[in-house]
């Protein structure tokens, strides 16, 4: 498995694990997670903590946009970018 | 002078500069005057006192100018939280007028059908528009309180702490005096209007011709690139907020050259996040505020040494404010005492009465924490002496989530308890007698009624007996060690 289908399978689980499978479905991933009421702010720091360890990645967010980095998307954008680097 | 005199003062020497950045608009102080002008020539121009449903617009600053220029109390309605407890807080406020931002409406209609007595004025009709009323102005007496803002309270109810203005202006007076700013001054604002910091950021800055710059919603929870685009040099928040920055990569060496001053209040602050706030800001103070909203705002400070080989894990409370007096009782609860010390809690004296002690005609203030003093007549946190607990923050009764659930679920075995041990980040609920377990759901929808948000519990866990201490009391430390697992 790629580095970003880990990173979007991680994301699914904490989502399916608080709202059940058919959120994916209902998902839109520009929108923030935090924002849109999918994930508090401390649900979000507690995945992407496990997704670091589990991925053995280097979060490093200090640029980037909170707008952006919050929604599926972004995330998963930043995050593989971030392994990357 | 009189705190509404000094604002006046400041709103003309600095009227061409800006006064604040809210949704990407810079105001001028000239400009947030003229719409508080509005907003106490509009309609409640007789009422003493005002709610505010609106959430860090431009709207909400004018009329908390409005209210501080005019002799008004305010009573911020905090938007997130349930029909249900702002009803109880518009009643309890005696509040005959609610100003509300459009953006608020349906709120602002549900809180009609529960109220029909009451005036709902929508702020976007006034703000901009000079109407001057059509009743005749009437001389109306100055109320003598500047806000008043309700916290958790332990019997099911929240419960309201007034702040006079008295109060209000020996704080700011000590912090002008102590924080000075200049008109070039970028301050941050990421406090809940319902959480007394936000007036320490508005006020400091008012007074002193700083800007306020409100960080938006969607950067509160992440601000590092708030902080440089802006170039902020004031920086004030909870240290869960700069916890958070430091597990997203946000506070390395060097980060925010431009702050000059930082404080955090509202919850303990790791020493070692207050070390790694101090690399990532080389260039600012970091100061550690302490104090009950009832003593309004903040009543000690410290100032960080990052020389200081101290071992203890946390930042000391510091020493007391100017004009304020620490003093410890026989079981070392610490008593607060001077003129920022409220008067007591609105419509109750029996709380009133438990907190507020005299001892040789003086006034002490009884805070619940339990410190202690160094050798340098510094304080220090150790515990709290009943089960308030903080999140985020934000102070929560254990006993007002306990009665409710208690109430709900028809079973006393319940309790909550605030997850981690540690640094406490929310709710965990353990329900004794596993049969009630199909209506797990509908306590948390109730819950969700009744609560502010990092009220309601976010984990239930079901347990088939409760511990028990030695005194027959539920043994929470046990629940903290079931929670571990």
Known sequence: ?85 | MKLSEKLKNSIASHSKLPAILVDNQYITYEQLASYANNINTSEISDAEQVGILSYRDAHYYSTVLACALDSRTFIPLGVKLPIARLASIIKQGNLKYVLYSKKYLSISQALIKALPDRVFVCLDDIVNKSIVSTKSLQARSLSNIAYVLFTSGSTGSPKGVPISIANLKSYLDTMCESLPLSNTDKVSQVFDPTFDLSMHDIFVTWLQGACLYVVPETAIFAPGKFIKQHGLTVWFSVPSTASIMAKLGMLKNDAYPSLRVSQFCGEPLPRTLALQWQKAAPNSKVINLYGPTEATIACSRYVFDCNDDSDSSYIPLGKALKNMSFDLDAQGELLISGPQVFSGYLNDNIKTQQCLIKTNNITHYRSGDLVKRDAQGVFHYISRVDDQVKIQGYRVELSEVNTLAQNFLSNPLVQAIATPIQQPQSLTLFICNPADKESEQTLIDYLKQQLPLYMVPKKIIWIDSMPLNSNGKIDKSALHTMTEK
Do not use: W
């Open chain 1, 1 to 85: 498995m790629s580095l970003t289908n880990s990173i979007e399978q991680a994301i699914n689980n904490k989502l399916i694990e608080k709202h059940g499978e058919q959120i994916l479905v209902s998902l839109n991933k520009q929108d923030s997670l935090i924002s849109s009421g999918l994930l508090d702010s401390l649900d979000f720091i507690s995945m992407l903590m496990e997704i670091e360890n589990s991925l053995n990645l280097d979060i490093d967010f200090e640029e980037a946009d909170p707008v952006q980095f919050t929604s599926y998307s972004g995330l998963i954008q930043l995050l593989s970018e971030s392994a990357n680097a």
